[in-house]
């Protein structure tokens, strides 16, 4: 399901958790919690709202939060707060005695939504036709667990905007070429940081079925997916352009889902947990403007105020679908499963998973 059929899903959250007082959820959250212990793991991702990331018993990026789930075989239920593609990794990734809950079913992410299993099944055999048996496919984690099984079943594996360059290097001990899915920015900033040009990088258009590429496509090491991030699409070099000239003493630092220009223009470029890092590590003082999702860079504001820390983009909202996780709907969630009822459970089966865990033990494997 797709973040449009998603987003027209019927919310199945009753209405009184609309006009419950944030205190009394709280209260209730921290009850829940308490009642259930170990049985219960609430895992967070860095873009989620401080509402929920309070209650969250372990935050983290896409690796991270794959990573715990991997670990962890004692918890019942994992309500995940995160988006769709991140429950699904952490169900293929956890026992069949696990349950795992997405408190808001129309938490999508619309880059996932950008490479559907038909369109990478049409585009397949025609690179094959071009390039023979040359091709690595690997896949950012944002993506649907059909395509983590693609990905898996032709010895490719995931990749994590953490680990990215490890595995575009190794996937070119694998094979001559690599076919990065599904966003062109995490594929093309990580290649040309291992030293691949431009010119060898072909961008493949599911919309057309084509290959964009000017050149003899012999040269081609890497066909990247023509899809990406709509969050990141809004930090530009017009937006990087004018905190230069109004704030010349600003560090410029973005996640690599930013396009291949925004990312050379500014000064450092990482994963959510490198830009963490980076800013927690930061001198007393020192100035940034972060190119990422808003509710991580209004957290990173928060929690440093010795330092100056702004949105490289003042009109940058938060990720929506990201946002869909909200304090009534994580209550929502927890209340059921006190009364013995599971919503919003997510269940790949196991036709698919099996393929994608292979792609997932390959990254966790070198990560
Ligand atoms: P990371 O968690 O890998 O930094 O990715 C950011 C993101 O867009 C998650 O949806
Ligand atoms: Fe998807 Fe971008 Fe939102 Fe991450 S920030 S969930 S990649 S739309």
């Not at 990734?93 to 299993?117: E, F, N, W, Y």
């Not at 001559?176 to 010119?199: M, S, V, W």
């Not at 010349?248 to 220009?261: K, R």
Request: glycine share 6%.
């Amino acid at each position: 399901m797709n973040v449009l059929e998603m987003m027209k899903q019927h919310d199945d959250m009753p209405q009184d958790y609309k006009t419950m007082s944030v205190g009394e959820m709280e209260a209730r959250v921290r009850a829940i919690k308490e009642k259930f212990g170990e049985r219960l793991f609430i895992p967070g991702h860095h873009y989620q709202k401080d509402e929920v990331i309070q209650f969250a018993d372990a935050t983290g990026d896409s690796l991270q939060l794959a990573q715990v789930a991997a670990k962890n075989d004692r918890a019942e239920y994992i309500v995940f707060c995160g988006v769709h593609f991140m429950a699904e990794t952490a169900d293929i990734l956890t026992g069949d005695h696990q349950k795992v809950i997405l408190p808001d079913m129309r938490a999508g992410c619309s880059m996932a939504d950008m490479a559907d299993l038909a369109q990478v099944e049409r585009a397949w055999p025609i690179l094959q036709e071009l390039f023979g048996d040359t091709i690595l496919p690997l896949t950012y984690v944002n993506s649907t667990a059909a395509i983590k099984a693609f990905v898996g079943c032709h010895g490719g594996a995931t990749v994590t905007s953490s680990n990215a360059e490890k595995m575009v290097a190794w996937a070119l001990t694998q094979k001559e070429r690599i076919f990065f899915l599904p966003d062109q920015h995490l594929g093309r900033n990580t290649a040309y940081k291992l030293g691949i040009g431009l010119d060898e990088m072909a961008v493949w258009n599911p919309l057309t079925d084509s290959l964009e590429y000017k050149g003899d496509v012999k040269r081609i090491k890497v066909i990247l997916w023509k899809g990406h991030c709509s969050v990141h699409e809004n930090f530009t070099v017009k937006t990087i352009e004018y905190i230069r000239q109004t704030k010349p003493d600003m560090n410029i630092i973005v996640h690599p889902e930013c396009s291949w220009e925004v990312v050379q223009q500014s000064d450092y470029a990482g994963s959510t947990k490198y830009i963490i890092e980076t800013i927690r590590n930061a001198p007393a003082g020192s100035k940034w403007a972060i190119g990422t999702e808003m509710n991580l860079v209004n957290r990173l504001i928060q929690q440093h105020p010795d330092k100056e820390i702004i949105s490289l983009n003042p009109y940058m909202c938060p990720c929506l679908t990201m946002n869909r996780i909200d304090l009534p709907h994580l209550l929502w969630a927890l209340e059921s499963l006190e009364q013995g009822k599971i919503v919003n459970q997510i269940t790949v089966p196991s036709s698919i998973a099996k393929d994608a865990v292979q792609a997932l033990e390959r990254m966790l494997a070198h990560a």
